[in-house]
């Protein structure tokens, strides 16, 4: 039953961090990592992202 909740639980833990775009974040620290590159700040990192975001809007239902 334990391992059931903590599958579960990663599962959850797995879609909020997607969802909220923490992946991405940690996805680019280590593309940096893995070609030398110093990583921009995390402010940086998401205005880029709103700006890209807003320049090619993706088609949504809502």
Known sequence: MTA?????????????????????????LEHCTAHGHEPMTRREFERRRSDALEANPVSRCC
Do not use: I, K, S
């Not at 959850?12 to 940690?26: I, S």
């Open 4 to 28: 059931a909740v903590v599958r579960a639980w990663e599962g959850v833990r797995w879609y909020l961090r997607e969802f909220t775009g923490e992946a991405r974040w940690d996805r680019y």
